[in-house]
């Protein structure tokens, strides 16, 4: 039973690793090719120069890794349980982007930071 829960646990977080992973590399997209802004007049020049860019498109393919383990561990555990363990994502996500992309934290967003942890917390004791 408690190996079962180490795994399913390794698979989500494995989620959790490929989606923050996901979220940097766009951003690092972006950022490189100064896409502002999309709105119809410029939606398919933008949506072409994203798509051949390469941290976009490995900012895609760990969506697609990650789906697909998600999927794995909807066969294994309650949604109740592992869904709201996503939201730690949110943590790595600021986390991250405030060591590598240099993004500023305001003190109230660790402190937001903070509550969510200890809900994560919370539904892994579960």
């Given at each position: 039973?408690?190996?079962?829960?180490?795994r399913n646990?390794?698979?989500i977080?494995?989620?959790?690793?490929?989606?923050v992973?996901?979220?940097l590399?766009?951003?690092?997209?972006i950022?490189?090719?100064?896409i502002v802004?999309m709105?119809?007049?410029?939606a398919?020049?933008?949506?072409?120069k994203?798509l051949?860019?390469?941290?976009?498109?490995l900012g895609?393919?760990f969506?697609i890794?990650?789906?697909f383990i998600?999927?794995?561990?909807?066969?294994?555990?309650q949604?109740?349980?592992?869904y709201?363990?996503?939201s730690f994502?949110?943590v790595?996500?600021?986390?991250?982007?405030?060591?590598?992309?240099?993004?500023s934290?305001?003190?109230?967003?660790w402190l937001?930071v903070?509550?969510?942890c200890c809900g994560?917390?919370?539904?892994?004791?579960?």
């Open positions: 039973m408690k190996g079962t829960l180490v646990l390794i698979l977080f494995g989620c959790i690793i490929l989606g992973g996901g979220q590399c766009i951003k690092e997209g950022r490189r090719t100064g802004a709105n119809l007049a410029n398919f020049e933008l949506c072409g994203a051949t860019t390469p941290f976009i498109l895609f393919l969506y890794i990650s789906t998600w999927l794995s561990v909807l066969s294994r555990v949604l109740s349980f592992a709201p363990l996503i994502g949110y790595l996500t600021v986390f991250f982007s405030w060591l590598l992309l240099n993004e934290v305001s003190l109230i967003r937001g903070m509550v969510i994560v917390f919370l539904i892994s004791r579960s």
